[in-house]
């Protein structure tokens, strides 16, 4: 029974009236700015003629797996860069078009993908990756959330592999976040120690810490690494393309055209990253719906960079380790302390970063190791390095500077905590 009198929505929508009634005026029917938006969030994966400037680097990975379209082992890979250089974007999918054309072929493949940094234990991993491949209906096999050994969890694997696939690639993000190499062990050993009958596995192993291979165990790097690719930064004209595959999340004509220049500029002067030029865009349109303009404007790409930028830190520093945060906040400490200071010596962060060690009751990490974690911070631009001659009597030494605001800094990393 409609409770409606004939002035009310139902009745207007009955006989194909539009008019707006009293009550309607309280919402928007129709997203007045984005047409699509599902284009521009996170963990939408584009289809082929939106990915833009990677056509060597996507055909790269097709040849490292190409033989598992005849049935045969993909090579194992490992593919370095830094944030939101399309890493994983490429590495699902190549998988994709492998399985795609593989089917063709009569050859069954499947791929898994594993978010080390959500998955950072063996047995959560194998869990996963279990999990995500199974279908229980043809295998029988059933892969509970918790409760069996990891033991157990490899057991049912192999039998989901050998019952379901010809090839299955394990794609592994964030791989330096696992808490060790055996599952890389246990997967890339399968085949040769007889767990596995028929079934092929590879592994494309992903991260943006340069120094990951040397942490590796020798006989998994020398399998797991067998190619190895480094993706580079992107530049404003390739970032530029990017945004403009995707300009149809928004509705026709709202996009002003200074809008994607000006986006594609600023992320490629910082880190040529494209979830954060993807990023601006949506908080742009997102800025535009907030203030009920019915345009995206070019000057709402300022504040929706600083917010891209501020969610580009905050992923960052989520990501690393304790002893890698201390460091920064050791540099983060001196910076907010001298702020006329151009940087501070290695040796200068490690005894501030020492003294936090001890306040928090941990053993500090190497001179050596402390140096290894700036680099990794600078190779992700969080901070800047440069050389210095300090003459005969020093030598030479190096000095390290936040690039972001200190202030921001220590907030992200006090929230955190
Ligand atoms: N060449 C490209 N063409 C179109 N979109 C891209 C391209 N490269 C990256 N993107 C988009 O940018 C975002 C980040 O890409 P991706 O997750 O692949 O980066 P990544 O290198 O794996 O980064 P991270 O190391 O932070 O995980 C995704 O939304 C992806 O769709």
Not at 45 to 63: M, T
Not at 114 to 141: F, M
Not at 322 to 349: C, K, M, W
Request: proline fraction near 3%; glycine fraction near 6%; include cysteine.
């Amino acid at each position: 029974m409609h409770d409606c009198s004939e002035n009310g929505s139902y009745f207007h929508r009955k006989h194909g009236v539009v008019r707006m009634d009293a009550d309607d005026e309280l919402f928007t029917r129709e997203d007045p700015i984005f047409a699509n938006k599902e284009l521009l969030e996170i963990n939408h994966l584009p289809e082929k003629n939106r990915i833009v400037g990677r056509d060597d680097e996507i055909q790269s990975l097709a040849n490292a797996v190409n033989p598992a379209i005849f049935g045969q082992s993909p090579s194992n890979l490992l593919i370095y860069g830094k944030t939101g250089t399309g890493k994983s974007l490429c590495a699902k999918h190549v998988s994709r078009r492998l399985i795609e054309t593989a089917d063709q072929e009569g050859v069954t493949i499947t791929y898994a993908y594993i978010d080390c940094s959500q998955d950072t234990t063996e047995t959560q991993a194998v869990q996963s990756l279990a999990a995500s491949i199974n279908d229980a209906e043809k295998t029988g096999v059933s892969i509970p959330d918790k409760g069996i050994s990891t033991a157990t969890y490899y057991k049912r694997l192999w039998s989901i592999l050998d019952a379901q696939y010809d090839v299955v690639l394990v794609i592994l993000d964030e791989i330096d976040k696992l808490e060790s190499d055996s599952i890389l062990m246990q997967l890339s050993r399968a085949g040769e120690a007889g767990k596995i009958d028929d079934c092929k596995i590879g592994a494309i192993g992903i991260s943006n810490k340069i120094k990951y291979k040397d942490r590796m165990d020798e006989r998994v790097k020398s399998s797991l690494c067998e190619r190895e690719f480094v993706f580079p930064p992107y530049d404003a004209n390739q970032l530029r393309s990017i945004m403009n595959a995707r300009k149809d999340a928004f509705r026709d004509g709202v996009l002003e055209s200074g809008v994607i220049p000006r986006a594609a500029a600023l992320a490629a002067q910082e880190h040529g990253d494209a979830r954060k030029a993807i990023d601006m865009l949506r908080y742009a349109g997102e800025i535009a719906q907030a203030n009920s303009a019915e345009t995206v404007r070019e000057e709402f790409v300022t504040d929706a960079r600083e917010k891209a930028e501020t969610d580009r830190f905050r992923e960052l520093i989520r990501g690393a380790t304790p002893h890698s945060r201390y460091v920064l906040q050791a540099l983060t400490h001196l910076s907010l302390n001298e702020p006329h200071q151009d940087g501070f010596r290695t040796t200068a962060i490690y005894d501030v970063y020492e003294q936090l060690c001890e306040d928090v009751g941990s053993d500090p990490l190497s001179l050596r190791r402390v140096r290894d974690l700036l680099k990794e911070h600078a190779f992700l631009d969080v901070l800047e390095q440069s050389r210095h001659s300090g003459g005969s009597a020093e030598g030479n030494f190096t000095k390290h500077r936040l690039l972001e605001d200190p202030e921001v800094v220590r907030d992200v990393l006090v929230n955190i905590e």
